[in-house]
């Protein structure tokens, strides 16, 4: 659907909105542990076209699922009452009215091609996008991260997926040409321009088509891991644990919490790295912490697979600066720094050792990094 077609019986839409899917560049689940991040949006994106309705009743469309049209009765939305792709936007209604907001129903027809079970934030650039849509239609006011707080909202209480902020706020807050380098405890963001062409570099993109069952769940579990360990530790958060104290943290805890801790903050502290790497220019620099992000995502957080392994095994060897596993995990994407003449030999590296494993192909795409949500024109 375009914006000059209908989106309720004739009815021309109110307007057009997008808002991206992302890549991490480095600084994985540390956002649930109050630290840093340092995502940038892509341009594979979720459009919404939307006309506000008065009847109370909230229908969807979506170009990529099956069974027609879903009709929700906003006033019915709760937590779980609400199914496949539909609850993403329906939780961005609920929450809204949760939060105390006079919002009703709409037509909204989603469009998107951010790749989903790849770990680039399919869910999270719909709601988004939807919440997008109703700050600007309703006239609610609200900022960046307002937005964003409240798309996680949505996503933790309704969807019942215990996420951090980075993919809300890299959807909704990013911009182009630059990487969001992002405290997760306060919301402070600086924009950090990132030219890879102008470096001579590409960021190659490897979704591996993988994504394993056990990952909502897994997940939760390393939440609360975390957690547990900054209560032994008297701490807030893992944030608040000074690297230099980190052997003498460990000490203190069970062997089981051990790995999870040693991650998050070696994470942290690789974020901080590449940061500095990116403002001196040094964007070369960044290959050896992406590698050294994903052994430790590999064998201390345990959350990457043989299939995203040998992604980043492959980019390696084929030439690539650096690569890792972006997401949460499990399956998903892959991220590799590569020289832009190399690009292709890179990609078509990383293919043959698929097939040569017996694995699908993977979708493989450079990424540039893109703007967040946004009213198109």
């Known amino acids: 659907m375009t914006g000059s077609q209908s989106v309720r019986d004739g009815a021309a839409p109110e307007g057009i909105w997008a808002a991206p899917g992302r890549v991490n560049l480095i600084g994985e689940h540390t956002d649930y542990n109050d630290g840093f991040v340092l995502p940038v949006a892509l341009p594979h994106a979720a459009r919404a076209t939307v006309r506000l309705r008065t009847d109370g009743v909230l229908r969807l469309v979506s170009e990529q699922a099956e069974g027609g049209a879903v009709e929700l009765a906003v006033a019915d939305l709760a937590p779980g009452s609400v199914d496949g792709w539909a609850k993403y936007p329906a939780a961005v209604v609920w929450t809204l009215r949760a939060a105390g907001y006079d919002v009703g129903g709409a037509d909204v027809h989603i469009d998107s091609d951010v790749p989903t079970g790849a770990g680039l934030s399919s869910s999270a650039a719909i709601e988004c996008v939807v919440a997008a849509a109703y700050n600007d239609l309703h006239g609610l006011g609200l900022d960046g991260p307002a937005l964003a707080r409240l798309a996680q909202r949505a996503e933790n209480e309704f969807v019942g997926v215990p996420c951090g902020i980075m993919d809300q706020m890299a959807s909704v807050c990013c911009a182009e040409g630059n990487a969001l380098f992002l405290d997760t405890r306060d919301l402070a963001q600086r924009q950090v321009p990132l030219d890879l062409a102008g470096a001579g570099l590409r960021l190659l993109v490897v979704d591996t088509r993988v994504k394993h069952d056990l990952a909502d769940g897994a997940y939760a579990e390393l939440r609360a891991g975390c957690e547990r360990a900054a209560a032994l530790l008297g701490l807030a958060a893992l944030r608040d644990l000074a690297p230099a104290a980190l052997d003498t943290a460990l000490a203190e805890l069970p062997d089981e919490l051990r790995p999870l801790v040693r991650h998050v903050v070696t994470e942290d502290a690789r974020v901080e790295q590449a940061v500095a790497l990116l403002d001196a220019g040094d964007l070369a620099g960044l290959g050896p912490i992406l590698t050294a992000g994903h052994a430790s995502l590999r064998d201390d957080y345990r959350v990457s697979c043989p299939e995203t392994d040998l992604a980043v095994e492959a ?53 540039t990094p893109a703007a967040g949500a946004r009213r198109l024109p």
Do not use: N, W
Not at 337 to 354: C, I, P, S, Y
């Open 315 to 367: 980019a390696v060897a084929a030439g690539a600066l650096g690569a890792r596993m972006t997401g949460g995990g499990f399956g998903g994407s892959v991220i590799a720094l590569v020289d832009a003449e190399a690009l292709d030999t890179v990609a078509e590296a990383v293919t043959a050792a698929f097939t040569a494993a017996g694995y699908a192909a993977p979708r493989t795409f450079a990424a």
